[in-house]
């Protein structure tokens, strides 16, 4: 993902919690890392990774991170290596569609026996969100087969109301202008372990900062999909012992992250930057080891709070 220029679509609660609220500690650690009230800091918009190494970055209320956290996540629900996880597909559409489009596009559904979201019933292997033609409108772009299959390729233009609730998805008939160096863009590609997990944060931040409160039922859905069974048990208790999110490692919710490839190929590395404006930032990095075959996360431990 390019990190040009973002347009913001809402403010969201993370400016009105302290920055000392992170807490970067491993599992079964206790220790909190408190954010010194020195003179801010620049904001680092990302790890510095080598050029070799894949990364994704989001902003908290940019329109293009948004739409990209909402495909993202919803193609690995739909994606699933069991089977269609329905109750992660059913709280993402809840949560990033307007109610009145919502019932529309499942009544488009019905009528045309193809997922309304992707447009289709089977499920892409790469996908582009790129910033539209106005503040409100993405681009997204889905390609299908490869390898032995032919390759096909389609695009819809996603309108947002002024509160980020999706209110139309509709096919763009245009082929796609040149793309220019000014346009932001996300990509992912189905199954990567960097985009897996860039799906699952940008999520599960969305959720954590909802205008109206956080959404419980897309956090939980999330990791219930994400999460290993037994890693997500022992969350679990190192949250009720920690009174933080252990996913986050914070009580409160990121400006803006990056999620890169390790050096050692096993892990994927998350850092989130906190506060910034008048508050310092504090910035977090978290390790994330992913179980080999299925991709579940099975431990998440911080390494740094700088």
Partial sequence: M????????????????????VLAVGLGVSAQATAQATAPAPAKTSAKASAAL???????????????????????????????DAALAGALRAHYLAPAFAERLTAWEKKNKAD???RAQNVPNEWTVSEG????????????????SPTTTTRFVV???????????????SAPAKASTAVRSVSGRTGDPVTRIADFYGAYVDAKDDPQGPDA??????????LAPAFAERLTAWE?????????RAQNVPVDW?????????????????????????????????EPVFGDVTDIRATSTR
């Fill in 116 to 118: 309304g979201v992707l």
């Fill in 258 to 290: 990056t999620v890169s490839e390790s050096r050692n190929g096993r892990d994927v590395v998350v850092t989130h930057n906190f506060g910034g404006g008048e508050a310092p930032t504090v910035r977090t990095d978290l390790l994330v080891r992913l």
């Fill in 240 to 248: 009720k012992k920690n009174k933080v999110d252990g996913v986050l």
């Fill in 159 to 173: 309108k947002q109301e002024a509160t980020g609730d999706i209110t139309d998805i509709r096919t763009a008939n």
């Fill in 217 to 226: 039922a897309l956090a939980g859905a999330l990791r219930a999909h994400y």
């Fill in 54 to 84: 894949r990364s994704v970055t989001g902003f908290n209320g940019d329109v293009v991170t948004q739409v990209a956290d909402f495909y993202g996540a919803y193609i690995d629900a739909r994606n699933d290596s069991a089977a269609p």
């Fill in 133 to 148: 033609a106005t503040g409100l409108e993405t681009v997204v772009t889905l390609t299908y087969g490869g390898g032995e």
């Fill in 2 to 21: 390019s990190s040009n220029t973002h347009a913001r679509r809402r403010p969201g609660r993370r400016a009105a919690v302290a920055a000392g609220l």
